[in-house]
């Protein structure tokens, strides 16, 4: 019995092993290929082509209007396409095809909005959410020892986020060794596995250190999750969203953990930080994915002025 239904199926396996291998790529972004790569192989096969020579720039284009037609949005078109780039992109590196069909297709363009930022107030009440809880339930004598230490991880895992500027992968995926309290410093793991070091603030560092020093000495080995679930392992992504949510909604604003990340850049920028240092703290690669912050900064200014300035 073939292990493979079609060529077209195998090299979709081959692809996985090598973006997983020798790329390094993590589970998130595979997971993503994955699933935008099944959609295009399942309308390949409905056409009646199962192997990479038989696939040519007009499949890729149906593909996109059929998927269009479904409702994707434009955000989710180009990444779909992205999808199918990387695997054509494969097959000419492994011989299967001599001429790359996608050579010839357009990228989708999309709108380029803002990112979203909170003002200062506002994120300082949400980090300040789970302190509140911990002295309200105090008061009542209702607090229990495994709830003090679930909210003091609350509270720091929202500081860090915020004064690091971290993405939610980077804070659910970091281990107790990644952090020195001592000389204030944190070592992040990024996209792609490139690393960055991030100083950080004294208040950041107190609510990590009065987290740390409620949990067993068994979990502070240097390869434990910095941040832990009930069941002991590491906060998902889900979980770190859930929470966040969880304490906006009791300081009744709309925030998500990207958009504290954004919130750490504007505030950074409006603070006076130049441009290239906010982008080495962000961990971006390339300095237009920062530029876009200068734009918030001169949008929020002309906000206040025309609130604010009579003459406005």
Same mark, same amino acid.
């Given at each position: 019995?073939?292990?493979?239904?079609?060529?077209?199926?195998?090299?979709?396996?081959?692809?996985?092993?090598?973006?997983?291998?020798?790329?390094?790529?993590?589970?998130?972004?595979?997971?993503?290929?994955?699933?935008?790569?099944?959609?295009? %192989? $399942?309308? +390949?096969?409905? #056409? !009646?082509?199962? &192997?990479?020579?038989?696939? *040519?720039?007009?499949?890729?284009?149906?593909? @996109?209007?059929?998927?269009?037609?479904?409702?994707?949005?434009?955000?989710?078109?180009?990444?779909?396409?992205?999808?199918?780039?990387?695997?054509?992109?494969?097959?000419?590196?492994?011989?299967?095809?001599?001429?790359?069909?996608?050579?010839?297709?357009?990228?989708?363009?999309?709108?380029?909005?803002?990112?979203?930022?909170?003002?200062?107030?506002?994120?300082?009440?949400?980090?300040?959410?789970?302190?509140?809880?911990?002295?309200?339930?105090?008061?009542?004598?209702?607090?229990?020892?495994?709830?003090?230490?679930?909210?003091?991880?609350?509270?720091?895992? %929202? $500081?860090? +986020?915020?004064? #690091? !500027?971290?993405? &939610?992968?980077?804070?659910? *995926?970091?281990?107790?060794?990644?952090?020195? @309290?001592?000389?204030?410093?944190?070592?992040?793991?990024?996209?792609?596995?490139?690393?960055?070091?991030?100083?950080?603030?004294?208040?950041?560092?107190?609510?990590?250190?009065?987290?740390?020093?409620?949990?067993?000495?068994?979990?502070?080995?240097?390869?434990?999750?910095?941040?832990?679930?009930?069941?002991?392992?590491?906060?998902?992504?889900?979980?770190?969203?859930?929470?966040?949510?969880?304490?906006?909604?009791?300081?009744?604003?709309?925030?998500?953990?990207?958009?504290?990340?954004?919130?750490?850049?504007?505030?950074?920028?409006?603070?006076?930080?130049?441009?290239?240092?906010?982008?080495?703290?962000?961990?971006?690669?390339?300095?237009?994915? *920062?530029?876009?912050?200068?734009?918030?900064?001169?949008?929020?200014?002309?906000?206040?002025?025309?609130?604010?300035?009579?003459?406005?």
């Amino acid at each position: 019995m073939a292990l493979f239904k079609n060529p077209l199926e195998k090299a979709q396996a081959d692809l996985f092993i090598y973006l997983g291998g020798e790329r390094g790529l993590s589970p998130l972004t595979l997971s993503a290929y994955r699933q935008d790569l099944e959609y295009f %192989l $399942e309308y +390949c096969s409905q #056409a !009646g082509r199962s &192997a990479p020579g038989e696939l *040519t720039r007009e499949h890729i284009n149906n593909f @996109l209007l059929m998927r269009s037609s479904t409702g994707d949005s434009a955000k989710t078109l180009a990444r779909r396409l992205s999808a199918i780039r990387v695997f054509f992109r494969f097959l000419v590196r492994e011989g299967d095809i001599q001429k790359n069909p996608c050579d010839y297709i357009e990228s989708i363009r999309l709108p380029r909005h803002l990112p979203k930022a909170r003002e200062l107030m506002v994120v300082e009440a949400l980090l300040q959410a789970p302190y509140n809880l911990l002295e309200e339930l105090r008061q009542k004598k209702e607090i229990r020892p495994y709830k003090e230490v679930e909210l003091h991880r609350d509270g720091a895992a %929202l $500081e860090l +986020c915020y004064s #690091a !500027g971290l993405r &939610a992968t980077e804070l659910c *995926t970091m281990t107790v060794g990644q952090l020195d @309290l001592h000389i204030g410093f944190l070592r992040v793991k990024g996209k792609r596995g490139r690393e960055r070091v991030l100083p950080l603030g004294e208040l950041a560092l107190k609510k990590l250190a009065d987290y740390l020093r409620l949990r067993p000495k068994a979990t502070l080995s240097p390869g434990s999750p910095l941040f832990l679930s009930k069941k002991g392992g590491a906060i998902t992504r889900i979980a770190f969203w859930q929470m966040v949510k969880r304490y906006a909604q009791k300081i009744d604003v709309g925030i998500s953990p990207h958009v504290i990340r954004h919130s750490f850049a504007t505030h950074l920028l409006e603070g006076g930080a130049d441009i290239k240092t906010v982008q080495t703290l962000l961990g971006h690669v390339r300095p237009s994915t *920062t530029q876009i912050y200068t734009r918030v900064k001169d949008k929020r200014l002309k906000e206040v002025i025309e609130k604010h300035h009579p003459g406005a």
